[in-house]
């Protein structure tokens, strides 16, 4: 008979499911070192690839000789764009709707382009052959500032383009101009500054970065010519984008490729997109009948795969005396290097850039992006962001800064002032978006109080006249961001990506004696979804999660979905993984309601079953239900007991945060403390504390390096500036603040279990939060806007600048 | 190129293999003894993953030729574990306290900190933060590997491990 034994607290607690701090299983392996990363595949007769890459930023190829390196012993094959167009493979296309060189055609437009790909018998063989490809050049002029790009006397970079008016996204004003991108009302907008009694007016600049997983990008293809089938193994985020991209490019059918991205060792971004690297280890395989890796070095991930950010934002803001905003301006100019590669979805050229209204009520607002060519990487992609979010939030949350200094008002009270207000959602931004929930002053309002946010404005208060009084050479900054971002990409009726629409997609198989697989469109690259899809799951339907085991990654057993990147995991897969769930449930209950002899509107769930409403003592497990739906399912039912669920979200999700930083700067050497850091994250309902904290840690980290010190730069020969870990500032735990997290929750009101996302938020925060401080720290002095990155020596030049240094 | 017999101990086990003079360390440990646990990041010396534990000390092993090695006593990831498979007790306290995320540091990050705890037992905070601080971690922003490190040192000194508070 039934067992009463274990209480209701028991049950629960052996569920695991949502809200639960629940460890981690990828661990396991993980810790042991038995993870199974692309580089650690090794296949039998598995040859190793390497590339020639360009040293010139803009070159016409004269001439490519591969035959000493032909003769290196172990080399099998050196590949080049010749090789490449015997099957129509020397160009591919990019997701943003432009083609992009494999190999170098005819020319090169970026340093460390790829020029020809060396393929042998091990990585060493191939590094010599490497060595012995010879490539005559002829310098061409090169650009490297965007400003410049669309001067009437720019030389030409793409030529392939040559007489094309209209781009993938409409007119293309130059040739060196991509597209012109606008939205939002013009003249309403210019009225409002024409009327407003305050405007500030700055060009803030988000520089180029790049995500750097800790993993570089990688592949192991194995074409096997007798079966006519293509396995290929990726540090993928979006696998079965993957597979359907090498499809229609290489035109083999897809149901004969197997795309498989194992464990993937972190990705922000960088793996989202298709490379060079992987069309050659194909055609490798293809062309030699064996396995081919490709494992790029760091030095190569710096430079070539992928860049982000390089926007350069000149923000209006109109508002009245007393503070209340009543126009945004905004005008971008965005350098996407030599091909549009931006991971974006396609009718988005400048991603979701229109989230730049940000927190706050405009009634008017009208933003105009300009996509430019240059001699630097293609790519564009959202490190640790959703499409180019991080870029509208740091131009809106210095804007907001740099008007309350205008305006002689604390920044806190200003964004109080002019917050969207919580009844006012779901709200309509004057750039298009449908905010679906927020609770904004009261984040605010608990972040200001949990950092005492008076106290701190009365010392720093102190400080000043102390540093006029030439007692310290300290200063101290305090650094507010309130940002909304916009994930959960997305809608099909807004986003797809190469026409296929964003939704994301899982099955669930519950086994005979009760146990379960999940099947998942996404893929993890440390975000944790072994461990918290199987909550979610848990707490759906109970069944314990430790029972749940969950795969992603293989495009042969999972279904399709468009991947992880831009925070959709938990909006759009965490979606269709309670929807799936809920199939089963429905089904489940039928099942029980037979058992027990009962109507199923006469059954409640509890946990991990259904008992009868009002005699608890009547019910049925998930367990006992699993093995009757195999063994004696209810007349004229079909046995078994599982679900897919492909999920369309009816809207994005728009997490928010209130984030303060404190430091203080030496004004003699440049050197930054930050003292404190407090984040407050709203992302809706929380699936598990523990990992929502280890991704805000991280997230915040990786702000951390972007605003004080971490960039691509390039010299005007286009050379990439410090593409190596000597250079790139990645922090130590040394540098590495202590992070301090809190949380309110506003839960989404169209997501089946009201979760947001959180792992980008920080990210999107922490950037101006690290800004303002240290513009806020510079601001008593004369200081209007200091652009990022914001190092000890740049610092130390600011200070000089104004007059300060000892 | 000529290749050259190499004996060493790893993971108590003796083992030889061939390698060009030029081979590192990291590639041989990784593509001849098949100890694919001890990962690349950079092979410039800066990131860590490559962390093994060489004749007592803590090394980078893209930073050695595999010839170097000769004769030495190496521990990798993969010989962390009790003799009866039980985890060590920072492999534990990793998964305890989240110290990782993609898993792809952690390697490194634990046999660093494997020899850190027996080169100072009970490191304060600040004694952690530089002794790990050649090991990048991409993902986890450090503060929860810190914690996992000082619950580990509570645990093997028998101590219990108090959470500093926020
Ligand atoms: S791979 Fe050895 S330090 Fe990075
Ligand atoms: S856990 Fe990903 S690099 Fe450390």
Known sequence: MNDMTPTREAREAKLEGMGCKRKRVEDVRFTQGRGNYVDDIKLPAMLYGDMVRSSYAHARVKRIDTSKAEKVPGVVAVITAETLKTVNLAWMPTLAGDVQMVLADGKVLFQNQEVAFVVATSLQAAADGVELVEVDYEEL??????????AADAPVLREDLAGKTEGAHGKRDHHNHIFKWQVGDKPLTDEAFNRADVKIDELISYHRTHPSPLETCQCVASFDKIKGELTLWGTFQAPHVIRTVVSLISKLPEHKIHVIAPDVGGGFGNKVGAYSGYVCAVVASIVTGRPVKWVEDRMENLSTTSFARDYHMRTEIAATKDGKVTGLRVHILADHGAFDACADPSKWPAGFSNIITGSYDFPVAHLCVDGVYTNKAPGGVAYRCSFRVTEAAYAIERGMDILAQKLGMDPAELRLKNF???????????????????????ALNKALVAVDYAGLRAEQKAKREAFKRGETREIMGLGICFFTEIVGAGPSKNCDILG???????EIRIHPTGSAIARVGTKSTGQGHETTWAQIIASEIGIAASEIMVEEGNTDTAPYGLGTYGSRSTPVAGAAIAMASRKIKAKAQMIAAWLLEVHEDDLVFDIDRFQ????????????????????SPPPGMEPGLEAVSYYDPPNMTYPFGAYICVMDIDVDTGVAKTRRFYALDDCGTRINPMIIEGQVHGGLTEAFAISMGQEIRYDEMGNVMGASFMDFFLPTAVETPHWETDHTVTPSPHHPIGAKGVGESPNVGGVPAFSNAVNDAFSFLGSTHIQMPHDAWRLWKVAEKLGVTG | MAKINVTMTVNGEEVSGLAEPRTLLVHFIRETLNLTGTHIGCETSHCGACTIDLDGVSVKSCTRFAVQAEGSHIRTIEGIAHADGTLHQLQESFRQMHGLQCGYCTPGMILRAWRLLQENPRPSEDEIRHGISGNLCRCTGYQNIVKSIQHAAAALNGETFAEAAQ
């Open chain 1, 141 to 150: 002029p090169v650009i490297v500032d965007p400003f410049k790009s669309m």
């Open chain 1, 612 to 631: 009868v409403k009002g005699v608890p003592e009547r019910y049925k497990t998930m367990t006992d239900i699993a093995w009757v739906a195999y063994h």
């Open chain 1, 500 to 506: 296929l629409a964003m939704f994301d997609s899982c």
């Open chain 1, 420 to 442: 969207i207000k919580r009844e006012q959602f779901p709200y309509q931004s004057a750039l298009g978006w449908e905010y679906d929930s927020g609770d904004y002053h009261t």
